[in-house]
């Protein structure tokens, strides 16, 4: 499945961009140690957030490709979800376990995304910049993991 050439250009400065609460929160976190808890709350809460919308990612993939068999229909549907509800049960944690988990959550995105990816025979680009905003995300969350430790 070919993506929409025009949307590389907005799709990287807008991902880009979704860095910003990860990288301004973890200095924060590392930086101000009275807001340490509430900094790391709000990173939990972004976080959790990001996940939910790339695992609607594969809705959007599965529901436009005609080609997928119905197995891989309902590995991508039903792998949709899973981002949701395993980062709404990181939210119900104490801090630091909730950032560990979404910690995990992010590369474990990363992989079913790179399967999709291979499945509809997406362009390059698109995993480039998933790959890249992956790293810094879990990054992020891993040292403000560590700080909370």
């Given at each position: 499945m070919?993506?929409?050439?025009?949307?590389?250009?907005?799709?990287?400065?807008?991902?880009?961009a979704?860095?910003?609460?990860?990288?301004?929160?973890?200095?924060?976190?590392?930086?101000?140690?009275?807001?340490?808890?509430?900094?790391?709350?709000?990173?939990?809460?972004?976080?959790?957030?990001?996940?939910?919308?790339?695992?609607?990612?594969?809705?959007g993939l599965a529901?436009?490709d005609?080609g997928?068999?119905?197995?891989?229909?309902?590995?991508?549907?039903?792998w949709g979800v899973m981002?949701?509800?395993?980062?709404?049960?990181?939210l119900?944690?104490?801090?630091?376990?909730?950032?560990?988990?979404?910690?995990?959550?992010v590369?474990?995105?990363w992989?079913?995304?790179?399967?999709?990816?291979?499945?509809?025979?997406?362009?390059?680009?698109?995993m480039?910049?998933?790959?890249?905003?992956?790293?810094?995300?879990?990054?992020?969350?891993?040292l403000?993991a560590?700080?909370?430790?």
């Amino acid at each position: 499945m070919t993506l929409n050439v025009a949307a590389r250009h907005p799709a990287r400065l807008l991902g880009l961009a979704g860095l910003i609460p990860f990288v301004g929160l973890t200095v924060a976190i590392h930086a101000l140690d009275a807001q340490r808890a509430s900094l790391a709350q709000a990173q939990l809460a972004y976080g959790a957030t990001i996940v939910s919308f790339i695992g609607a990612l594969h809705w959007g993939l599965a529901m436009r490709d005609a080609g997928l068999d119905a197995t891989a229909q309902w590995r991508a549907l039903g792998w949709g979800v899973m981002p949701s509800l395993v980062a709404w049960c990181a939210l119900l944690l104490p801090l630091p376990t909730g950032l560990w988990v979404l910690a995990a959550l992010v590369p474990a995105c990363w992989w079913m995304d790179a399967r999709l990816s291979r499945a509809l025979s997406l362009e390059p680009w698109f995993m480039q910049l998933r790959t890249l905003l992956s790293a810094i995300v879990t990054i992020c969350l891993l040292l403000s993991a560590l700080a909370m430790a």
